[in-house]
T-cell receptor
């Protein structure tokens, strides 16, 4: 089935550093979202993107909907220990049925 | 508001046994979803519902059945559990339309099938 490729698979960074991760697809998506999962919990929505080229921020997080509609990017500035977790991209083709395809996740660890 | 709740939190089954996972939401959401999460594979949609009394297949529906008799509840059933169904199961809910992608997840149920 359809797959989203996230990279990197994992990151280990120093507190205060900036982080970048991305997600690519072999087909076009009309919606891109980024979720974060803390250990032992369900994912929580961070940012939703609905238009190609859109750049949206949520505090220290900034995400972009790629112009080609086949990719999306998430940046975290000035990382802090509570940024630790798994970050998932998710995409949808259309239809507003809520059907999402998730990437395999990027695991972020932050060293104080 | 409790949000999305799931019961049980943990369960161990033997191959061939059956069980039902319960999901409840108190946000008056129209849409509900069941996902499974396996290591290194992200979340995959099992079944979903766009309203009371309706269900539809997702990406990996085989071996599972669902029911949505009440708007606030979405049940996931395993009729004859197999080791390949060992996973963490998440329920989610959302509003309709474009907001259907902005999903609220429960805490998960960790299922082991031996």
């Amino acid at each position: 089935g359809q797959q989203l490729n996230q990279s990197p698979q994992s990151m280990f960074i120093q507190e205060g550093e900036d982080v970048s991760m991305n997600c690519t697809s072999s087909s076009i998506f009309n919606t891109w979202l980024w979720y974060k999962q803390d250990p032992g919990e369900g994912p929580v929505l961070l940012i939703a993107l609905y238009k190609a080229g859109e750049l949206t921020s949520n505090g220290r997080l900034t995400a972009q909907f790629g112009i080609t509609r086949k990719d999306s990017f998430l940046n975290i500035s000035a990382s802090i220990p509570s940024d630790v977790g798994i970050y998932f991209c998710a995409g949808s083709h259309s239809g507003n049925t809520g059907k999402l395809i998730f990437g395999q996740g990027t695991t972020l660890q932050v060293k104080p | 508001n409790a949000g999305v709740t799931q019961t049980p939190k943990f369960r161990v089954l033997k191959t061939g046994q059956s069980m039902t996972l319960l999901c409840a939401q108190d946000m008056n959401h129209e849409y509900m979803y069941w996902y499974r999460q396996d290591p290194g594979m992200g979340l995959r949609l099992i079944h979903y519902s766009v309203g009371e009394g309706t269900t539809a297949k997702g990406e990996v529906p085989d071996g599972y059945n669902v029911s949505r008799l009440k708007k606030q509840n979405f049940l996931l059933g395993l009729e004859s559990a197999a080791p390949s169904q060992t996973s963490v199961y998440f329920c989610a809910s959302s509003y309709t339309g474009r907001s259907s992608y902005e999903q609220y997840f429960g805490p998960g149920t960790r299922l082991t099938v031996t």
